[in-house]
């Protein structure tokens, strides 16, 4: 995303000034809130901020440093859990401490853990790494259910976010002002991430990814190189515990879970480690097909698993690469040679998709919901009853359409795909032979 | 300060019941070029790996510029000014040309884990950088990902790595190994040129490349070091030539 001459974002498209970039993301924050204003979009808005820093944090280890945590809600979760009791605490005026600065405790919380955990987990690299990881999220996980002074037991810890004297008018009661406040810390945190990279600690850890054994040889003890990158990750993943504690006003035992540490890795994934933006890309779309989606239908876990899947399978690099490799061929002035085929085999992917969503969504109606609401659901406009054949028969139909459709178009796709991209590669080459 | 870059004294590494070094000795002078040749599984690479930190010896002794360097991890040796080449490929794939030199500068110059000095603009690191990439011949390269150059540029960048760091003693593991004659001609004036002033330990099997770079030439047979003496010397001596060459002296070429 971001222009400079370092070549680890090698497929930066445009020469943009960072200062254009930086200013164009402070401004989608700003308006977002004023575009998406119905319902519960501020509230969504607000949970995919958190997740941003979560995610970004995140990928400190995983893209940045190819370490696969599998605990990392630990961070995130038990900063959490010190920025609601530093709220109580406000609140009942043991401490001051306004709750702009709450993120803080939170960050430092993580950051702690980060020390003492990290200490531990990055003795070792690879999988015992992963390993060790998801043994610590599992023991923190426990504690949380027997120590419920501290973490409250099943029902966590609750808190009310008002408190103190107003500034400038400003309560914190109302969604909006909570939303400002998160896009803040996102966009101090997203600058602060970013810096990293540009840092000789940043650089050197995606040495120690591509190659742990040569760092040693140039002089750095790769375990201190890991440490180090986990503390700085483990303080913005507090801050993003902060963040959800504020916006929630209670914090239980999941967020210390191995299930929050799966959904940060499968967000961060599906929007791509390895560029810095792809976990920005990845909340967004994550929090889409959790919390968007579970309002429209009962299957959003399988939709969501299905996603990550096909991510996985066909485009390792998430949607960021997708997003950039397309960006590649616009700039090598080869995306009219592309286009109608890419679009063939994007319109028959959807109508395939719309078969299969039919099926699923009667399939879950049917198994699920028929005996106490009757075989009949609305789906995209229609009443469609689940019992009878006729439903059923349209989305095989649907479905076999489509995949007829990709069937014939992914062949010619793949060709100029492929010849494209050998051309750009051999450009960039520099036409070495 | 002692007179020898480096010495290994008497040094023993079995793995297992396998002894791989059996008691080798040497003194490399400051500022000396040293050849190591011997048969496949004479124990080159393990001596190397032994000197660098990479595994622990069984018994003896290896001193760096008179100071013992046993049992100190890899980064510590090489902090210390010993820096050492693999004889296979060993970069960063995924970085720049001109990336993995500034990585390969950092920690000389002082900058060691900072994550509050911003890279670009660590001029002193940038100029290092530069300047080894010149040496190397891959200007023109800078911006391409490791893991797209050519066999022989990988093979300069690893040289380049090497070096980078400033380190006096320097360990090259096969540097042309795989390389065409005119792609070694090239390694070879490369190696001179960025080792000049430096101590150098350079493994190979090459004779015409040994032969032309070494002041002098140690000859390693099962984990001993059964000679260690100029070039033309090496070539007439009786117990090289038994038990390196099966009775024929290296020839040039």
């Known amino acids: 995303m971001m222009t400079s001459n370092t070549t680890t974002m090698k497929y930066s498209p445009l020469n943009l000034g960072r200062w254009l970039i930086w200013s164009f993301f402070a401004l989608v924050l700003i308006i977002a809130p004023m575009i998406f204003d119905k319902g519960a979009s501020l509230s969504i808005l607000s949970q995919m901020g958190t997740i941003m820093i979560f995610a970004l944090a995140y990928n400190m280890l995983l893209g940045q440093g190819g370490m696969l945590s599998f605990g990392h809600a630990v961070y995130s979760g038990l900063g959490a859990y010190f920025a609601i009791h530093a709220m109580n605490l406000a609140g009942n005026g043991a401490i001051w401490m306004p709750l702009p600065l709450i993120p803080l405790i939170g960050g430092v919380a993580g950051m702690f853990f980060g020390v003492l955990f990290g200490y531990v987990t990055t003795k070792k690299s690879g999988t015992t790494f992963a390993m060790i990881t998801l043994g610590i999220v599992e023991l923190v996980h426990a504690c949380s ?59 050197v850890i995606n040495a120690v990814r591509d190659n742990p054994e040569r760092v040693e040889f140039i002089g750095y003890n790769t375990q201190r190189v890991r440490y180090m990158t986990l503390i700085l990750s483990a303080f913005f993943c507090g801050i993003s515990g902060a963040l959800a504690a504020i916006n929630f006003e209670i914090v239980t035992d999941e967020n210390v879970s191995a299930f929050r540490s799966g959904a940060v890795l499968l967000f961060t994934f599906i929007g791509g480690v390895g560029f810095f933006f792809g976990p920005i890309l990845g909340a967004i779309v994550g929090i889409f097909l959790t919390v968007v989606l579970g309002d429209f239908t009962k299957a959003w876990l399988l939709y969501l698993g299905a996603f990550f899947i096909i991510v996985v399978m066909y485009a390792p690099g998430g949607l960021a690469s997708l997003i950039m490799l397309n960006l590649r061929v616009a700039k090598f002035g080869r995306f009219k040679r592309i286009f109608p085929s890419l679009a063939a085999v994007s319109v028959s992917s959807v109508i395939m998709l719309l078969g299969v969503v039919l099926f699923i969504e009667m399939l879950y109606h049917f198994t699920l919901e028929s005996l106490s609401y009757g075989t009949e659901r609305q789906l995209f406009g229609f009443t469609v009853d689940t019992a009878a054949p006729t439903g059923w028969l349209v989305a095989g139909a649907i479905f076999i359409v489509g995949l007829v459709f990709f069937r014939m178009t992914k062949k010619s796709f793949q060709l100029v795909w492929g010849d494209v991209n050998t051309e750009i590669e051999e450009l960039i080459k520099g036409g070495k032979a | 300060m002692s007179q020898y870059s480096l010495e290994l004294q008497d040094v023993y590494k079995s793995f297992g019941k396998s002894e791989i070094i059996r008691g080798a000795a040497l003194q490399v002078a400051t500022g000396e070029r040293i050849a190591i040749i011997g048969p496949n599984g004479a124990g080159k690479s393990t001596l190397f790996n032994l000197i660098s930190g990479r595994f622990g010896v069984s018994s003896g002794d290896i001193l760096l510029n008179g100071k013992s360097v046993l049992d100190l991890p890899p980064y510590e040796i090489n902090r210390r000014g010993l820096s050492r080449s693999f004889q296979i490929t060993n970069i960063f794939h995924r970085l720049s040309v001109f990336e993995n030199l500034r990585c390969a500068v950092l920690w000389s110059l002082g900058y060691k884990y900072s994550f509050w000095h911003r890279l670009n603009g660590l001029k002193d690191a940038q100029e290092r950088a530069e300047d080894i990439m010149e040496q190397i011949g891959l200007k023109r390269r800078r911006d391409v990902s490791a893991g797209l150059l050519t066999y022989a540029e990988q093979r300069a960048l690893e040289i380049g790595i090497t070096i980078a760091g400033g380190a006096d003693v320097i360990l090259l593991d096969e540097p042309t190994a795989g390389m065409s004659r005119s792609e070694s001609d090239a390694a070879v004036e490369l190696i001179r040129k960025v080792t000049i002033g430096k101590t150098l330990l350079i493994v190979e099997h090459d004779m015409g490349v040994v032969f032309g770079l070494a002041d002098r030439i140690a000859v390693l047979v099962y984990g001993e070091v059964i000679a260690c003496d100029i070039p033309s010397k090496i070539r007439g001596n009786a117990k090289v030539q038994e038990a390196y060459l099966g009775g024929h002296a290296p020839v040039e070429g």
């Open chain 1, 145 to 203: 259910l027997m120590f419920p002074g501290f973490f409250g037991g099943e029902g966590g810890i609750a808190s009310n976010r008002v408190y103190g004297e107003p500034f400038l008018g400003i309560t914190y009661g109302p969604q909006i002002q909570v939303y400002y406040l998160i896009a803040f810390w996102l966009f101090i945190s997203t600058i602060g991430m970013y810096a990293f990279t540009q840092t000789p600690l940043g650089r």
